[in-house]
């Protein structure tokens, strides 16, 4: 299995909502990232998880909160978000840090 | 900080010409990727280049490295309609994150 999913595809939510991210890749890779991704724009890291501890964390907000329950599960919390956190999610998994690194589909994410 | 600088941002061809895409980049590296995106979907990883190689190629797919002018190209040969995507270079340095250039825009109409 050489895929990184993520669910789910679109996620529409208030801004008073809390919802998650879920990336989950089977390949033993065990560094896996959050990016965020606006329009015409290049991915930006938000986090990385180096053997399911949390060695990066781009200077997010706090109304994301990411968690990494296993060496194949990656989650990104969300509450409180903004208008201007509407963006494609991008979730990404590699062997060791900064190698080839292998993306998913990404999250659609539109906060009202 | 942006650390890769594509050039150009967009790029119109013709199916069967060849495409050339450069990465500028500012400090020191452990090595370089390019990365392709078709319209809002996740990256796929093209091809790696450490700093101490200076050209690597993959199928149609050519890359070189510069370390000394801090700079990238990828060459796609023969390109299809199906090559029409953005393409990003990212380049790492030592315990740092991984950083996608601004990416270039290519469009290959048949």
């Known amino acids: 299995d050489t895929e990184v999913t993520q669910t789910p595809k679109h996620l529409v939510m208030g801004m008073t909502n809390k919802k998650s991210l879920k990336c989950e890749q089977h390949?033993?890779?065990?560094?896996m990232y959050w990016y965020k991704q606006k329009a015409k724009k290049p991915p930006e890291l938000m986090f990385v998880?180096?053997?399911?501890?949390?060695?990066i964390n781009e200077s997010v907000p706090s109304r994301f909160s990411p968690e990494c329950p296993n060496s194949s599960l990656l989650n990104l919390h969300l509450h409180a978000l903004q208008p201007e956190d509407s963006a494609l999610y991008l979730c990404a998994s590699s062997r060791q840090d900064y190698n080839e690194q292998f993306f998913g589909p990404g999250t659609r994410l539109t906060v009202l | 900080s942006q650390q890769g600088e594509e050039d150009p941002q967009a790029l119109s061809i013709q199916e069967g010409e060849n495409a050339t895409m450069n990465c500028s980049y500012k400090t020191s590296i452990n090595n370089l990727q390019w990365y392709r995106q078709n319209s809002g979907r996740g990256l796929v990883h093209l091809i790696l280049?450490?700093?101490?190689?200076r050209e690597k190629h993959s199928g149609r797919l050519r890359v070189t490295l510069d370390t000394s002018k801090k700079s990238s190209s990828l060459l796609i040969t023969a390109s299809r309609a199906a090559d029409t995507a953005s393409y990003f270079c990212?380049?790492?340095?030592?315990?740092?994150?991984?950083?996608f250039g601004k990416g270039t825009t290519l469009s290959v109409s048949s």
């Open positions: 990212a380049t790492d340095q030592a315990g740092t994150a991984l950083i």
């Open positions: 390949m033993g890779h065990r560094a």
């Open positions: 998880y180096s053997y399911e501890k949390l060695s």
């Open positions: 280049i450490r700093s101490n190689e």
